[in-house]
């Protein structure tokens, strides 16, 4: 086994954090290595006594406020109900991780360990066993531990802290973890392991190991070579040249352009870049003089380099860089050169770069890329988002959609389009679809030979393929703005569109609503920022494929009566309670046991990313032409044009407080009912309600399973 493999992928890493009821005035120390934005890390799940966990959230909330950082991994919480039950919370943790590395902690986190020890554990290196500080060997009366030296060494288990493949935790693990859990864990290793080995112990002084460049011949395995120096780990056959720096150092940027005109054009986006502390180096490649040049704007300075005798390829020019870069912006014209940049970006040392193409046209509206920190630019080609259309016998609405969605910007992604079509479908709609061309992506039509209705048009028109799938659900009376893709993927890279003007919800009926009036009335520092509600949007929103999936999931059981009546009232005095043919009834429900929320935008003058035109159809009857106007007005609200000078009293997607998204943990929360509230008094509610209706107080682990939410662990 060769330790110099590349490092795991990024964001393929979990850690386990158990905490104690007696470490919280240690937390803030214990969460620090995680609070930072990580390559690797995507989630770190906190696991602690339920009787804590209010306190723990809490305490959680405290440490999030006092942070600057926005974009470290996810935190989330397991809670257990007894120390009896702790190890089987733990292994059952590990069950529901979803990357494919998972770091085991004990309640010290990472305290006491080297700095060459936290770095490696923090970014370990792609290999099949657990590899950790403290390792051992059974012998027939006791355990012995093994002495860390200057090389790796073979144990025959580990105890946390850890770091090992998710795959090596097979289920029937779960069942050997009563007494020793860790024993267990390295005797299953050991039996799925050719050498019969649990786990590799990791030296004391890591960092030593850079000057020596030493072979360590472990036994029972083959040749070892590892490469370290302090700032970070290095993979052995990269020439020196820095593969991973620590995440809080600067990214390194390349633009590669053509011609001195489409710097100009990027430098919106660069210089924004460049003002927070990113390097970027520029490559004019079409350009005849092979002398550096300069190109200022009142912002900033680029120094723009050329293609030279000693560097007369991309590739060439790339290793006379004195690092990686983490992201290249190019144009996605294809030209000479540019048709080179994906083959020399999947070869080391630059297969963790990110490209990123955009085309000219829509670099003008393009500014808000700067305000994306680097691991969100790093993540850039990750989402996969799709459009889903679902339409019936309205070929004029369709049309305005269709039109609307072929005007807006992408930005270089492709965009797959799936239009469902319901079997009453006439026959000029079914000419629309047919006329309609996609230049953005793959299209999928669906056309149903059986009516469904409008709760399964909706809730059958897409279906995630993977945890990194999104889906955006649009009506065919819907109307997007041109910039309504830049705004998702934005809030998608950031945390995971239309901007409400009413709240439906109430008992009542529809009242009106203006976010920025109540943040201003209850003296929020910002009115202007995004904010987070329970209600969920039917009208131009994205959905996660977590939540998406499990409301599949919840819906079934909800229609089955296996769990309760059709017509119980899942959420108290509401008035969605009376739409028993909407699939949004179903997905409110869910939302209230969960404590979910949705993300809206807080434009002014309600300035949209989506509108609704209310036109007759499922949701609105006809109805005298007077009361529908005014009906309809209340829904009419500007859609979001391009930037340009021809529109300057509208607001751009960067008019948020700081020219940037906020923090998640810093966005104002609302119910159902549109009042003010929080993430953990939305939580809380959601699960006295799920008591009451369950009789069930088993703890609700957040795996996004409909099933264990209503305590049917036995439905299928």
């Known amino acids: 086994m060769n330790l110099s493999t590349p490092p795991i992928e990024n964001h393929s890493l979990t850690a386990l954090l158990p905490i104690l009821s007696h470490s ?37 909330k405290k440490i999030l406020s006092y942070s600057d950082t926005v974009d470290h991994p996810n935190l989330s919480f397991l809670p257990y109900t007894s120390s009896s039950l702790y190890n089987s919370t733990l292994t059952s943790a590990v069950f529901r991780v979803r990357t494919e590395w998972v770091l085991v902690l004990d309640n010290h986190g990472l305290q006491g360990l080297s700095s060459g020890q936290k770095a490696y554990l923090l970014s370990p290196l792609s290999i099949s066993l657990p590899v950790g500080p403290n390792g051992f060997l059974r012998f027939p009366a006791n355990s012995s531990r093994i002495l860390a ?57 890591i960092n030593n190991l850079s000057c020596c460049e030493q072979n360590s011949r472990l036994p029972s395995l083959d040749m070892t070579q590892i490469e370290h120096n302090p700032t970070g780990i290095l993979s052995a056959d990269n020439d020196g040249r820095t593969q991973k720096r620590p995440a809080s150092a600067s990214g390194r940027l390349v633009l590669a352009v053509p011609h001195l005109e489409d710097v100009h054009a990027f430098m919106p986006i660069v ?26 704007s009142e912002d900033c300075t680029l120094q723009c380099s050329t293609l030279t005798h000693t560097a007369p390829t991309f590739h060439n020019w790339l290793d006379s860089l004195d690092a990686s870069p983490d992201v290249v912006f190019a144009l996605d014209a294809q030209d000479f050169l540019s048709v080179t940049f994906t083959m020399v970006l999947l070869h080391e040392p630059y297969r963790k770069t990110t490209l990123i193409r955009l085309p000219r046209a829509d670099i003008p509206h393009s500014d808000w890329i700067g305000s994306l920190t680097l691991r969100e630019l790093r993540n850039w080609n990750v989402p996969e988002i799709t459009i889903s259309v679902i339409t019936d016998h309205r070929p004029h609405s369709l049309q305005r959609l269709l039109t609307s969605l072929t005007h807006a910007r992408y930005f270089g992604e492709r965009v797959g389009l799936r239009i469902n079509l319901e079997q009453t479908a006439n026959v000029e709609t079914l000419r629309v679809v047919q006329d ?58 950031r945390y995971r569109l239309y901007q409400q003007k009413m709240i439906e919800l109430r008992p009542e009926g529809r009242r009106s609503f203006d976010a920025r009036a109540l943040f201003a009335t209850d003296g929020i520092l910002n009115p202007n920022t995004p904010y987070l509600s329970q209600i969920p949007c039917s009208w131009g929103a994205v959905y996660f494929p977590e939540h998406w999936r499990e409301f599949h999931d919840y819906l079934s059981i909800r229609l089955s009566e296996y769990s309760m009546k059709i017509h119980e009232n899942v959420v108290p005095d509401i008035r969605s309670n009376k739409w028993v043919k909407s699939w949004k009834k179903y997905f409110i429900e869910l939302v209230y046991l969960r404590g979910y929320v949705m993300l809206y935008p807080n434009y002014a003058n309600f300035t949209s990313l989506s509108i609704n035109h209310l036109e007759i159809g499922s949701h609105v009857k006809d109805q005298p032409e007077k009361e529908y106007l005014r009906k309809k007005a209340l829904f009419m609200l500007p859609l979001m044009p391009l930037t340009n000078s021809t529109a300057p009293l509208f607001p751009g997607l960067l008019d948020l407080p700081e020219q940037r998204l906020p923090s998640l943990s810093s966005l104002p929360v609302l119910d159902l009912m549109g009042k003010l509230s929080s993430a953990s008094d939305l939580l809380e509610r959601g699960t006295e309600r799920r008591t009451e209706l369950t009789s069930c107080s088993a703890t609700i682990f957040l795996t996004y399973d409909a099933r264990e939410l209503m305590c049917l662990q036995a439905f299928t």
């Open 24 to 60: 919280f005035e240690g937390l803030e120390v214990l969460l620090s290595p995680f609070l930072v934005p990580s390559d690797t890390i995507r989630e770190v799940i906190l696991i602690c006594p339920h009787k804590i966990l209010s306190d723990a959230r809490r305490v959680l």
């Open 149 to 205: 030296t200057s090389d790796l060494k073979p144990a025959e288990y580990l105890i946390p802290p850890f770091v090992a493949p998710t795959h090596l935790f097979s289920r029937t693990f779960s069942d050997l973890a009563d007494s020793d859990t860790w024993l267990a864990f390295g005797v299953h290793v050991t039996k799925t392991h050719l050498e019969m080995i649990g786990g590799l112990v990791l030296p004391s002084d």
């Open 271 to 296: 210089c924004k870049l460049q003002s927070v502390g990113h390097i970027v180096s520029v490559l004019l490649y079409q350009a005849s003089s092979s002398d550096a040049m300069y190109c200022s």
């Open 436 to 493: 309609f061309e996609w230049p953005r992506g793959d299209v999928f039509i669906h056309h149903r030979i059986i009516h469904g209705g409008l709760l399964p048009a909706v809730v059958e028109s897409w279906y995630p393929n993977s945890n990194d799938s999104y889906g955006l659900l649009l009506e065919d009376d819907i109307e997007v703005s041109p910039l309504f893709f830049a705004w998702i993927k934005m809030t998608v890279l």
